[in-house]
């Protein structure tokens, strides 16, 4: 029995972590803050059908995330935790809507233990400050699997409806792929249960109908701004139909090769990034799943009426799909983390709430145990290491923290089980000191962020800003909240110009205007891939680049 409090209050602290790094970390390059940039232009542009990107033609995500993203920061105003807040409320949605669709098959404790599991993932304290489609699409996808399997269940047409809807919202947050997992995972779970009936049932055409419906918006903007101007190039190709490279290109074209990306495309990649991005449940899951495909195999494939295979056939073919592409990146899998949350928690049901596995307890008790010390030794040495900025107190508390970790392990009075604790204690932990001292003081490093804050909250006029020879990543955009001009030649700027460029170039600029004076002057580092020579603060200034914005006639 887990008491309602207690599982009521680790949804509270994790969601809580969460929102310590939606609010108190600054966006990151390159794709939160080219999504928050581009969400910041529509905004600015009044343009939600056509999408740009610093100006230009913008032709990869569905328009979704930028929607709400700029409807939110019109409600809220231009900040980062307001360009984030749609995607966390979506997180907290794919939360719901587990336990939701948990306990339409399981016990209660399964479907706490579903949305524990789900909540305290390192995937999505990751993503709710690190913005992709991926956290929207997580919600959708996991609100139509709920929604399809109450109607399966009910035969209510709201839940009908409602799944239908959240496939059309998923399929305008990332394409296909939001009606391809539910499918992936209800088609084997008819097979399993010789329901053939529910494949073609003649409800699924007016499902489509609604789908199609709801997708006109996206298409007549994706046919004004492409089909209707054919051959624009996007990253060196020529379109023809934007509405082909969204419904064919984006999705299937990765397996036939029309997608020019071709990256991380071996099979075990995708599994390889769970180590970090499903922890700390990643051994239970592996195990579960397991167990999962062992018990289908003694059953000779055949599901009784009260069990279910949407979420681990949902997770294997899922998987498999995505693994044959020619492009992946580690959040694309994050899009089935409700269905192995689930699966984690039936084994953990097993392990700690039942004697069929209690051999199994003590091993990984203090697996965990050891794996988990590892990551508070991190922390710690990340607390009070890299950054000087971090107050001592800190580390201090962060040590305080390991040692009440042993206190845990080792107490004998308990209300829960040891297993959770540590594991839940620890992930919430690490993640709440990272949040309010890793990343805040390592974005520090990034010039986008705080070039475009410094000129935003010193007003200095934006239309006398130009770049020279400096990348600066989209977050200078947002903070800045303008698109900068660049100029190729110091014979372009004009002395009333005020100049970002790197602090090399300046020494050429201040031959030609002698009365310069420079406002700001900052390091620069590509914090989306940190090493240790920059992590270490005696090599550091090695690893950096110099940048500063200076006046040319010195007289701001």
């Known amino acids: 029995m887990i008491p309602n409090r207690l599982f009521y209050f680790v949804l509270l602290v994790c969601g809580f972590t969460a929102l310590l790094g939606v609010m108190m970390i600054p966006l990151m390059d390159i794709d939160a803050s080219q999504y928050a940039s581009i969400s910041r232009e529509m905004l600015d542009n009044n343009s939600y059908l056509q999408l740009f990107d610093l100006g230009h033609d913008y032709l990869d995500k569905p328009p979704m995330l930028f929607w709400l993203s700029a409807i939110s920061m019109k409600l809220l105003g231009v900040y980062d935790w307001s360009y984030r807040l749609p995607s966390f409320l979506f997180a907290m949605l794919a939360v719901y809507a587990t336990y939701q669709f948990a306990i339409l098959f399981y016990r209660k404790e399964i479907a706490q233990l579903s949305a524990m599991v789900l909540a305290s993932s390192q995937a999505i304290f990751l993503v709710t400050h690190d913005v992709r489609c991926d956290t929207m699409l997580m919600g959708w996808v996991a609100f139509s699997l709920w929604q399809m399997a109450a109607w399966y269940q009910t035969s209510h047409w709201k839940h009908f409806l409602l799944a239908f809807i959240a496939i059309a919202g998923g399929m305008m947050t990332k394409g296909p792929v939001a009606l ?14 010789r329901e053939w009936k529910q494949l073609f049932r003649r ?13 006109v918006p996206m298409s007549i903007g994706l046919y004004r701004q492409f089909d209707l101007h054919p051959g624009k190039l996007i990253n060196g190709v020529s379109i023809q139909s934007g509405l082909r490279f969204y419904y064919w290109t984006q999705s299937f074209g990765r397996y036939t090769g029309e997608n020019v990306f071709n990256e991380m495309n071996h099979f075990t990649f995708l599994l390889e990034n769970m180590f970090w991005s499903f922890l700390p449940w990643i051994f239970f899951f592996l195990i579960g799943l397991f167990l999962s495909m062992k018990e289908i195999i003694s059953k000779k494939f055949r599901l009784a009426a009260n069990e279910e295979w949407i979420t681990t056939g949902g997770f294997i073919i899922t998987y498999c799909i995505l693994a044959r592409s020619q492009a992946q990146l580690p959040h694309y899998i994050f899009v089935v983390f409700p269905l192995a949350a689930v699966i984690t928690a039936k084994f953990l049901y097993r392990l700690l709430y039942t004697d069929e596995l209690v051999k199994w307890k003590k091993p990984l008790l203090i697996f965990h145990s050891v794996i988990f010390s590892l990551l508070w030794v991190a922390v710690i040495a990340l607390m009070a290491w890299p950054f000087k900025q971090v107050p001592v107190y800190v580390v201090i508390l962060a040590g305080l923290c390991f040692l009440f970790f042993f206190r845990i392990l080792f107490s004998k009075s308990r209300r829960f089980p040891v297993l959770l604790t540590v594991s839940l204690f620890t992930v919430a932990g690490v993640n709440i000191f990272l949040n309010t001292n890793f990343y805040p003081n390592l974005l520090q490093y990034q010039l986008g962020n705080v070039a475009g804050k410094f000129i935003h909250d010193h007003r200095i006029p934006k239309d006398q800003i130009s770049l020279y020879g400096v990348k600066t990543g989209r977050s200078l955009s947002f903070y800045g909240q303008q698109l900068f001009t660049e100029k190729k030649s110091i014979q372009d700027f004009q002395a009333d110009d005020i100049v ?24 620069h580092f590509g914090v989306s891939i940190l090493t240790l020579p920059f992590l270490n603060p005696e090599t550091r200034e090695k690893e950096l680049s110099k940048y500063v914005i200076i006046d040319l006639d010195g007289k701001f």
């Open 500 to 523: 970002l460029t790197s602090k090399d170039s300046s020494i050429v600029f201040q031959q030609t205007f002698p009365q310069m004076k420079v406002m700001l002057e900052g390091n």
């Open 180 to 193: 391809m997992v539910p499918a992936f995972g209800l088609v084997p779970h008819f097979i399993l249960r």
């Open 203 to 215: 409800e699924y055409l007016l499902g489509a109908a609604l789908i199609g419906i709801l997708l």
